[in-house]
């Protein structure tokens, strides 16, 4: 039997979903070629982007002839639902997912396969890319801030996550949880009064116009500083979970 071919799809639309939004696929041929497609899709949701990039990746391969291929994905609503696990409930998915459906039916044999999020990091790279010429710059956040001491409780994640940096997996960030304390229920000034002006400063600057207008959002960030995370790490680890939420709900539609 012919090797396999495999094809790495991802999605994404920044900095809001719907928002910017771009899909690529990376497929490596039984040759060792590898060949990375891109699609630039204008205002798109992350569901939508994530099937443009499988569709593009398969198109591409079977311009190539490709015979048999794996489509590996860290999406679980395309893969789950080109597999037949998920129903497309989502009206506005149906064309795409009819589409990506058709043209695997051109291979001579496909399997699909969800991946983690740290194993799609090419696909992930290259809808990056596309999304970074189309974005407007932002600012960092230094990493030189003052920072607190770990709350209780929350020493050996945070004191991991502060090595690793943006290095941290995904998985890392997601499995980082606060349960309810004393931070949770500070608001309004109480919360603002703790935070001090350096951070808050920085913290203005490096967020999205969206996110600047998201009071809950700033807040939680703010949280995090307090429990320990450095500012850095809690708005990274707000835009994770923001991510998480619009998954699941664009899932449940």
């Not at 080109?82 to 043209?103: D, E, F, I, T």
């Not at 409780?153 to 499995?175: D, P, T």
Request: aromatic fraction near 8%; charged fraction near 25%.
């Amino acid at each position: 039997m012919e090797d396999w071919t495999c094809i790495y799809f991802d999605g994404a639309a920044e900095p809001s979903n719907p928002g910017p939004a771009a899909g690529a696929a990376v497929i490596d041929l039984p040759s060792g070629q590898t060949i990375i497609v891109t699609v630039d899709l204008g205002v798109q949701t992350n569901n939508v982007a994530e099937y443009s990039g499988a569709i593009a990746g398969l198109k591409k391969a079977h311009e190539l002839g490709c015979k048999q291929i794996k489509l590996f994905g860290d999406s679980q609503l395309v893969i789950y639902q080109l597999s037949g696990r998920y129903q497309v409930k989502n009206a506005g998915l149906r064309p795409l997912y009819y589409q990506a459906h058709n043209l695997l039916r051109k291979f001579d044999h496909y399997k699909l396969n969800w991946i983690p999020r740290a194993k799609n990091s090419r696909a992930d790279a290259a809808a990056g890319e596309i999304l970074k010429a189309k974005l407007p710059p932002t600012l960092e956040i230094p990493d030189d801030l003052p920072y607190l001491k770990p709350r209780v409780g929350l020493e050996a994640e945070i004191k991991e996550l502060r090595q690793k940096g943006n290095k941290a997996s995904f998985k890392q960030w997601l499995n980082l949880k606060s349960g309810r304390d004393k931070f949770s229920l500070l608001k309004g000034e109480a919360l603002l009064s703790q935070i001090p002006d350096i951070v808050k400063d920085a913290v203005n600057e490096a967020l999205r116009p969206e996110e600047l207008e998201d009071e809950k959002f700033v807040a939680t960030i703010y949280r995090w500083y307090l429990r320990g995370l450095p500012a850095k790490l809690a708005l990274k680890k707000c835009r994770v979970d923001a991510e998480v939420s619009a998954n699941v709900s664009g899932a449940r539609k």
